[in-house]
T-cell receptor, first 111, second 116 residues
């Protein structure tokens, strides 16, 4: 799997947009970008994924650069409950569904 | 809808004792199943994954083993626990359709294991 690079931690004010960057410069053509988050003492939660087009769902938006070497997860209106570790993962669908989690970004949403 | 169960939620075991953690999934068939471990303050480490009954792939050599006796049951075991086996154990499942394994994984609530 291609490796990803994320900032260790970020702060965001409640109600503002949280923009979480991820670099994946060695991503292969058949690899998707996945985002998960883990709230303290819980299992990770799937957020969103994409291949090359921008994606949006009820939780977040995913912006992937044209060269696919980086992406940004956007939480449009962060709340205190969005405080969590956010993981950016790249993986293809022909590897038994394996995901390799890195250290992620610890997002703190502050009032 | 699909649900995933893990038990027990917490466990304290002495060094050298055996271990059995169970995970079951409801509401889907032929899922891919995964065991992860998360040591304190660290990321998730994939331990085992299974694409079908009796099919287990190990990602990390260790004194743990996994078995899948039924389609929606995944068991993590050890004959003799080590102090280093302490951690948060998470089971997850994902869907396979038409021979493609999809990477949206859904995690259980986890088991917090302390080995003393």
């Amino acid at each position: 799997d291609a490796k990803t690079t994320q900032p260790t931690s970020m702060d965001c004010a409640e109600g503002r947009a949280a923009n979480l960057p991820c670099n994946h410069s060695t991503i292969s053509g058949n690899e998707y970008v996945y985002w998960y988050r883990q709230i303290h003492s819980q299992g990770p939660q799937y957020i969103i994924h994409g291949l090359k087009n921008n994606e949006t769902n009820e939780m977040a938006s995913l912006i992937i650069t044209e060269d696919r070497k980086s992406s940004t997860l956007i939480l449009p209106h962060a709340t205190l409950r969005d405080t969590a570790v956010y993981y950016c993962i790249v993986s293809s669908n022909n590897q038994g569904g394996k995901l390799i989690f890195g250290q992620g970004t610890e997002l703190s949403v502050k009032p | 809808s699909q649900t995933i169960h893990q038990w027990p939620a917490t466990l304290v075991q002495p060094v050298g004792s055996p271990l059995s953690l169970e995970c079951t999934v409801e509401g889907t068939s032929n899922p891919n199943l995964y065991w992860y471990r998360q040591a304190a303050g660290r990321g998730l480490q994939l331990l085992f994954y299974s694409v079908g009954i009796g099919q287990i792939s190990s990602e990390v050599p260790q004194n743990l083993s996994a078995s899948r006796p039924q389609d929606r049951q995944f068991i993590l075991s050890s004959k003799k626990l080590l102090l280093s086996d302490s951690g948060f154990y998470l089971c997850a499942w994902s869907e396979e359709r038409g021979g493609i394994s999809y990477n949206e994984q859904f995690f259980g609530p986890g088991t917090r294991l302390t080995v003393l």
